[in-house]
C-alpha cells in the first residue's frame, strides 16, 4: 500500500518563501509528483521528481531524496494567485498493478 | 482549453437514475483514469484503462461502471448512486502508465449532486 503525509495548511504572505513538505512510503516507487489545485478546478501539473535532488522551474522548486521518503515543494516570491491545494502524489505499485496516489494535500492561503 | 474534454460539467439525478459521464482525450495517450474527489479531500483512484486492460480499485461500489469504447474515450455509467456518492468526478490521461515523467493531464471535471 501507499501512505502520504502532507500538512493540511500553510499560511504565507506575498512575496515570501514556502517550503511544502511531502512524507511518503510505498510499495514500489515510480516517480513523484506535484500538482496544484484550485478550489473547485482540477489539478494542473507542477513538478516531477524520480531521481533524488533539486528541479526548478521558473518560482517552483521541488526536492526528493528517496532514502528518506521526502519531498518539499519550494514556491518563491509568492503571489495572491499561488492561493490554492498542493497536491504530492506518488507514482507507485499497488494490488490492481501501476497506481498514481495523491497525497491529502497541504492549502496554502497567501495573504497580502 | 484543456486536452481532455469531460462531459456534462454538471450533473444532478436522483437516486434511481441512470446517467453517464463521459471522457475524452486528444493526445494519443494509452491510459485514462477515473479519480472522484470529495470537497477538501484528494483525489481518489476509482479506475485505470491501459492497454485494453481495465484495472479497478476494489473499494468502488458496483453502481458504478466504467466503458472503454475507443482508446481516447473512457466513460463512467453510474446506477441507483447514493447521496454520498455526490463529489467532483475526474477523468485524465497520461502517455502510459507508470513509465518516465507520465504526466497525469486532467479534465475541467463533472459535478455530481445525487438527491
Known amino acids: 500500500g501507499q501512505n502520504i503525509d502532507q500538512p493540511t495548511e500553510m499560511t504565507a504572505t506575498e512575496g515570501a518563501i514556502v517550503q511544502i513538505n511531502c512524507t511518503y512510503q510505498?510499495?514500489?516507487?515510480?516517480?513523484l509528483f506535484w500538482y496544484q489545485q484550485h478550489a473547485g478546478e482540477a489539478p494542473t501539473f507542477l513538478s516531477y521528481?524520480?531521481?533524488?535532488g533539486l528541479e526548478e522551474k521558473g518560482r517552483f522548486s521541488s526536492f526528493l531524496s528517496r532514502s528518506k521518503g521526502y519531498s518539499y515543494l519550494l514556491l518563491k516570491e509568492l503571489q495572491m494567485k499561488d492561493s490554492a491545494s498542493y497536491l504530492c502524489a506518488v507514482r507507485g505499485f499497488d494490488n490492481y498493478g501501476q497506481n498514481f496516489v495523491f497525497g491529502p494535500g497541504t492549502r496554502l492561503s497567501v495573504l497580502p | 482549453d484543456t486536452e481532455v474534454t469531460q462531459t456534462p460539467k454538471h450533473l444532478v439525478m436522483g437516486m434511481t437514475n441512470k446517467k453517464s459521464l463521459k471522457c475524452e482525450q486528444h493526445m494519443g495517450h494509452r491510459a485514462m483514469y477515473w479519480y472522484k474527489q470529495k470537497a477538501k479531500k484528494p483525489p481518489e483512484l476509482m479506475f485505470v484503462y491501459s492497454y485494453e486492460k481495465l484495472s479497478i480499485n476494489e473499494s468502488v461500489p458496483s453502481r458504478f461502471s466504467p466503458e472503454c469504447p475507443n482508446s481516447s474515450l473512457l466513460n463512467l455509467h453510474l446506477h441507483a448512486l447514493q447521496p454520498e456518492d455526490s463529489a467532483l468526478y475526474l477523468c485524465a490521461s497520461s502517455q502510459e502508465v507508470g513509465v518516465g515523467a507520465n504526466v497525469l493531464t486532467f479534465g475541467a471535471g463533472s459535478r455530481l449532486t445525487v438527491l
Open positions: 521528481n524520480v531521481l533524488d
Open positions: 510505498t510499495s514500489g516507487f515510480n516517480g
